[in-house]
């Protein structure tokens, strides 16, 4: 009962799609490929269910699985399956139209958009999927039967206006789209198609984990290159291997270590691996993998993100910015997402407001991770730390969500003990009656940190401070006001009153001494002032000293040293950052320099005295001299007339 061959028209849309898809707006044409694969795929996965529920549909699924197969001579390509099929009114209906919704409107916007660009990303909305093919061939035919029936379709088209149709016989269930491959200019790469290690390496690329085989065939009368092994046994070319799809349960340690060194290209095992699986509206699996130790790269400026996306097995990209924070840049793993278009793109998935969701998820997941690490052991948590702590610090700055879990993360230098770190929490464990704050300092290095004037009266009365010696520490110190309720105090800012009792409290007699004193070096601190006007904003009593002369100190929000050093590395224009002097009261120097003064307020000498002051103090702490030739030259002068 054969019956003529049809043509028919493309549905307008369609139309307008198979247009913009031939005239290439993917710049990368290999991806045709995966989209065949992804659909024979489904095609397979249906048919298997529907053998499970549908016990009168009598189908063979014993060897589920998807053939390629390539005639050079006739310069084809095959994608065949004998999965679900289709009949004729399918075909029609799935191949002849764009059924998806919107495609009017989205198509309307593609030929508004204004370039490339943005036409590229509103096309990611959408899977072209099957009219893919016609990027790489001139005609398609597609033969296909659905099973539980007998009667076979063939489809063909150039991509142009029309397609045609009609019935076949003797055909097996399932469907193969056999491209007829456009002539190779060179330029665009097509003429690889028909070899065996690009099909090979696009599978791998793409397609490895579709859980069927994916076999090459024997080319025809030229078995050479297409078989491996035994002559004529089609090979297999993906691995089948999803293992985030597989149960937890039934994954080794072993198999999570091999899939981490496989993506990671990493020699050392991951320190935590963590797997999970979402059900509900937006499905999706994720086995995401701390790695033990930091790449190199870790800080240069386009270090990628370690997260690839997968969309049901099929590979879309690596270096998934929109599921992982630049600051968990060293998590490695993958993520497959049931319900997105294989040619979703970055611009998209910014802005997806379900990605959005996965990712904090995921976040809440990473940062979990390490904490119970933390919790559970703390040799291997600092070790950890070591390697990741400056970038998770930079979670601080960027990641308002998750400051609260990311302070008790932080792990940090301290007086307290010289050789371990301690968290926020054992710090505030350890406070004295009174103290209401975190005292931290900030510097270059933890020797330099430990002997700065600004530490003296803190060791003096056996408070803890905690040395804060990445870059980044200046940064989130200065933004975060709180931990556990209690304020960050940079002890070389603001006035420092450690005279209180423990209820943080200052003696009446205290109070008195202070303002005795400062009565008595008025005149001192006022011609300080003037004199330094040039370096300093203010010139006041110090109750941070014990054994230095003098120190700087910034008011409670003034940038630090460092701070302002790196804003304007970073090409930022300044004003110059003023800072206080402090002058330590009970210092030999400091007395005799305050006597000389009453006795002598114009003796040029003291000029020179109070320069010398202000470098030392400005040395003290790591800084920098404005004229160190000068410096230098006052202080040779002077140690000479001592002499
Ligand atoms: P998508 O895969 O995004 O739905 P396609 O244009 O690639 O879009 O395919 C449209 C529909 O055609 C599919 O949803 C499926 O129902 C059907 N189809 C495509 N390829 C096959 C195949 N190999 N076997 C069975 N059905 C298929």
Redesign the pocket.
């Known amino acids: 009962m054969a019956s003529p061959t049809q043509t028919l028209e493309f549905q307008a849309e369609t139309r307008q799609l198979l247009q913009l898809v031939i005239h290439s707006i993917y710049s990368n044409k290999d991806i045709f490929l995966r989209?065949?694969i992804?659909?024979?795929s489904?095609?397979l996965d249906?048919l298997r269910l529907e053998s499970l529920t549908d016990t009168d549909l009598a189908a063979d699924t014993s060897d589920l699985h998807i053939t390629l197969e390539v005639d050079r001579q006739a310069r084809t390509l095959t994608v065949r399956?004998n999965?679900?099929?289709?009949t004729r009114e399918?075909v029609v209906d799935?191949?002849g139209t764009?059924a998806k919704s919107g495609t009017a409107s989205l198509l309307a916007k593609i030929k508004e958009a204004k370039d490339a660009d943005a036409a590229q990303s509103l096309i990611g909305q959408f899977?072209?999927?099957?009219?893919s093919a016609f990027m790489v061939a001139d005609k398609v035919t597609l033969h296909?039967r659905r099973a539980g029936t007998e009667q076979g379709t063939a489809w063909e088209s150039d991509g142009e206006g029309t397609y045609t149709i009609a019935q076949a016989d003797d055909l097996p269930v399932?469907?193969s789209?056999t491209l007829h491959l456009k002539p190779a200019d060179g330029e665009d790469g097509l003429g690889d198609y028909l070899a065996g290690w690009k099909i090979r390496q696009i599978v791998k690329q793409y397609s490895d984990f579709i859980r069927w085989p994916i076999r090459m065939a024997a080319e025809s009368g030229a078995a050479d290159e297409a078989v491996d092994g035994a002559a004529g046994a089609p090979e297999t070319l993906n691995s089948m291997k999803a293992l985030w799809a597989r149960p937890r349960s039934e994954v080794t340690e072993a198999e999570y270590n091999e899939f981490y060194r496989q993506i990671s290209h990493d020699w050392q095992d991951p320190a935590e691996t963590i797997h999970m699986r979402a059900e509900g509206t937006f499905e999706y699996e994720a086995l995401l993998f701390i790695p033990a130790h930091a790449p190199f790269d870790l800080f240069s400026r386009d270090t990628k993100r370690g997260v690839q996306l997968y969309v049901k097995r099929v590979f879309i990209m690596d270096d998934c910015d929109a599921l992982m924070p630049n600051y968990l840049r060293f998590v490695k793993g993958v993520v497959d997402a049931h319900d997105l278009?294989?040619n979703v793109s970055r611009e998209i998935l910014q802005h997806d407001r379900q990605i959005t969701a996965v990712r904090r998820r995921l976040v809440k997941k990473v940062l979990g991770a390490l904490k119970s690490t933390q919790a559970t052991n703390t040799e291997a948590y600092l070790k950890l730390w070591e390697q990741f702590g400056r970038v998770l610090k930079e979670g601080l700055i960027e990641d308002r969500d998750n400051t609260e879990a990311l302070l008790e993360l932080v792990s940090a230098a301290s007086t307290n003990d010289a050789e371990k770190p301690t968290t926020l929490r054992e710090y505030v464990a350890r406070m004295k009656d009174g103290q209401d704050a975190i005292y931290y300092l900030t510097g270059e290095n933890r020797q330099m940190v430990e002997n700065s004037p600004h530490m003296e009266a803190f060791t003096a009365k056996g408070y803890e401070v905690l040395i804060l010696t990445d870059p980044v520490d200046e940064v989130w110190t200065d933004q975060i006001p709180t931990f556990d309720g209690h304020r960050f105090q940079s002890i070389a800012k603001g006035q420092v009153d450690l005279d209180h009792d423990a209820d943080g409290d200052v003696s009446d007699e205290a109070k008195a001494e202070k303002a005795r004193r400062e009565q008595d070096f008025a005149d001192l601190l006022a011609w300080l002032e003037t004199t330094l006007a040039e370096h300093v904003k203010q010139v006041r009593l110090s109750t941070r000293l014990t054994t230095s002369a003098a120190c700087l100190v910034g008011d409670a929000h003034d940038l630090t040293p460092t701070l302002e050093k790196m804003y304007r590395a970073m090409g930022q224009d300044l004003p110059p950052v003023k800072r206080i002097l402090e002058l330590n009261p009970t210092h030999l120097l400091i007395t005799a320099l305050h006597q000389a003064h009453q006795a002598k307020p114009d003796d040029p000498a003291l000029t020179d005295i109070a320069e010398l002051v202000h470098g030392s103090a400005l040395l003290a702490e790591g800084g920098d001299l404005p004229d160190p030739a000068r410096f230098t030259r006052l202080l040779t002068d002077h140690l000479t007339h001592t002499l």
Do not use: H, Q, R
């Open positions: 989209e065949l992804s659909n024979a489904d095609a249906k399956d999965g679900i099929g289709m399918d799935l191949i764009i899977g072209v999927g099957f009219y296909t399932g469907t789209v278009s294989l």
